[in-house]
């Protein structure tokens, strides 16, 4: 009964490391999301994927990239950390449906400091 | 422009008391979709509802109500009878059929027993 899970759950970087957040769901969800949550501004889309082999860009998608090897894993890059990056990061999966008007099912976060 | 308004950042109530979560949202679009998401202290977001821009039917499950209302573009939640375990963030969202969902910032509520 896991449904989405992600890994890691806490992370410390410094300025210019990398890092990859790995989403994984058990759901069989064909779309998968990568949110960024921010103190005052809700939720903010980074990249999303319609399935398996497919990503695109959200709302804020500069300085990550993302790739979706396999339907149940969804993969968050940063390749070079800011301090701008520090957020807590969600991950979502839904069934497919008309546009995008399912519920979607999130993980438990990942909080990310960048120093 | 799509937006979605929750003026009240912080709400504090003492348990058994009713309060209600304003929502407001802007879009020009005919059909769209609106979603209650609760944030405990734990973390993860949990679904509440949704509800669709052709039903106006307000909905009650438990001491959760729902009133929407297309003519001050609004989907207010009221939770009757607060309880400590209430307490949490929560999130309106409104979904227009692409692939972007647009969270409302969160109004965070406090039960005190």
């Known amino acids: 009964n896991a449904g989405v899970t992600q890994t890691p759950k806490f992370r410390v970087l410094k300025t210019g490391q990398s890092m990859t957040l790995l989403c994984a769901q058990d759901?069989?969800?064909?779309?998968m999301y990568w949110y960024r949550q921010d103190p005052g501004m809700g939720l903010r889309l980074i990249h999303y994927?319609?399935?398996?082999?497919?990503?695109a860009k959200g709302e804020v998608p500069d300085g990550y990239n993302v790739s979706r090897l396999k339907k149940q894993n969804f993969l968050l890059g940063l390749e070079s950390a800011a301090p701008s990056q520090t957020s807590v990061y969600f991950c979502a999966s839904s069934y497919t449906g008309t546009g995008n008007n399912q519920p979607q099912h999130f993980g438990d976060g990942t909080r990310l400091s960048i120093l | 422009a799509q937006k979605v308004t929750q003026a009240q950042t912080e709400i504090s109530v003492v348990e058994k008391e009713d309060v209600t979560l304003d929502c407001v949202y802007e879009?020009?679009?005919?059909?769209?979709?609106l979603f209650w998401y609760k944030q405990p202290p734990s973390g993860e977001l949990v679904f509440l509802i949704r509800?669709?821009?052709?039903?106006?039917q307000n909905e009650i499950s438990g001491r959760y109500s729902w009133n929407f209302q297309k003519s001050t573009s609004s989907f207010n939640f009221t939770i009757t009878a607060s309880q400590v375990v209430d307490s949490a963030v929560y999130f309106c969202?409104?979904?227009?059929?692409?692939?972007?969902?647009?969270f409302g910032a969160g109004t965070r509520l406090f039960v005190k027993a």
């Open positions: 509800r669709n821009s052709f039903d106006e």
């Open positions: 759901m069989n969800h064909e779309y």
């Open positions: 969202a409104l979904n227009t059929g692409g692939f972007k969902t647009i």
């Open positions: 879009t020009r679009d005919t059909t769209y979709y």
């Open positions: 994927s319609v399935g398996e082999g497919t990503t």
